[in-house]
């Protein structure tokens, strides 16, 4: 009976050691296992794309010029000594604009008279000869050859009067050309030259606006010229009227871009002008947009690290970067022309702090 006891008590004692074992087995078990670390999901601030139907139309500040503008100069070089008009003056066709010194080519015409009455007299003279030994000839006292040389000689005297004359008649021209006459009725709209300034053949001294019809002069960026020719429904709003607005209508496209500038001018013509329309005058000329609606997205938005622009675009809640193709800027916004379509969700702060493929999570805002 008491081996059975001791028996039992060591099964017990077993027993309770297996227990034991296996409870702390399992504490072990629980604080050597590595946690499952929960993903990190950043939060960023997005928009969608939206097209703004409402902004279709490209502005260009012109000017009110004349259709037909004259560069008005002298043909011979001098020295200024009137002026008789200034800027804004009406003229008339013939009347006289500006007046150079004349007595240089004063001395002109009376040298080249003096040389048309010496050739007229040595004509006189050869005829004279010529008479005198034709009759020699016919009588055979002198020899054809000797007749010939005073023929010949006739000849050149009769050239040199023609020649004489041609030159008093050019210098007669240049007496009239030193007053600089209006060949048309219109306004000064610049001066270049001043008394006492010595100018040469061909130097624009003064522009004159002609009479008659007023346009608008814009200057438009070369990615913009297609929109220009292509413009159906064109308005111009004139800031001293009141902001008016009439219709315009495309005259004329420069063929080559302006050198300082690279842009092209472009001639907008008014068929009916407001009645206060005057040269010089601002006007803003509104063009409509050929390349459908406008996407407008924030300066913040765009991420560049090379050459290309791109933005952050989120698709089932992953970043993905997107190169995109920028137009004009605005003040705190910029147009994207292509690479993005409506619907598309972007991210707009913070791009810097963003890498490709990152789990994100929009806060929700809509521009």
């Known amino acids: 009976m008491l081996d059975m006891l001791k028996t039992r008590k060591k099964a017990a004692v077993l027993l309770g050691i297996v227990i034991i074992g296996f409870v702390v087995a399992f504490l072990l078990r629980g604080k050597n296992e590595v946690p499952i670390a929960k993903e990190d999901i950043t939060m960023v601030h997005t928009m969608k794309i939206a097209a703004n139907a409402a902004a279709q139309n490209y502005t260009y500040s012109g000017e009110v010029r004349g259709r037909y503008e004259s560069k008005l100069a002298f043909q011979v070089k001098g020295k200024i000594v009137s002026r008789n008009v200034q800027l804004g003056s009406s003229v ?61 000689a006739y000849h050149v005297s009769e050239a040199k009067v023609r020649q004489t004359q041609a030159q ?51 200057n438009v960026p070369e990615n913009r010229i297609e929109d220009v020719r292509q413009a159906q429904d064109i308005k111009v709003n004139f800031w001293a009227l009141g902001n008016e607005s009439v219709s315009g209508l495309v005259r004329e496209i420069a063929p080559m871009a302006d050198p300082s500038t690279r842009t092209f001018k472009v001639r907008i013509r008014i068929p009916n002008p407001p009645a206060g329309m005057k040269l010089g005058m601002t006007a803003s000329v509104s063009i409509p947009r050929s390349d459908g609606n406008l996407i407008k997205i924030p300066i913040d938005a765009i991420y560049q690290n090379s050459e290309t622009p791109s933005v952050w675009t989120i698709k089932d809640d992953e970043l993905s970067l997107c190169p995109i193709q920028i137009g004009n800027y605005g003040t705190d916004t910029v147009e994207v022309l292509s690479g993005l379509q409506e619907g598309d969700c972007i991210v707009t702060k913070g791009v810097y702090m963003l890498t490709e493929g990152q789990k994100v999570e929009s806060d929700g805002d809509s521009l």
């Open 92 to 152: 008339n066709a013939g009347d006289v604009l500006m007046q150079i010194d004349g007595k240089d080519i004063v001395q002109t015409v009376n040298n080249n008279a003096a040389l048309v009455d010496s050739a007229e007299s040595e004509l006189e003279l050869a005829q004279s000869d010529l008479s005198r030994y034709q009759e020699l000839v016919n009588g055979g006292v002198i020899s054809q050859a000797t007749y010939d040389k005073y023929v010949n």
């Open 168 to 218: 008093y008649t050019q210098s007669v021209n240049e007496m009239d050309y030193s007053s600089l006459q209006s060949d048309k009725s219109g306004v000064i709209s610049s001066i270049s030259a001043e008394v006492g300034q010595v100018v040469s053949p061909g130097q624009v001294v003064v522009t004159l606006v002609q009479d008659g019809e007023r346009e608008i002069e814009i």
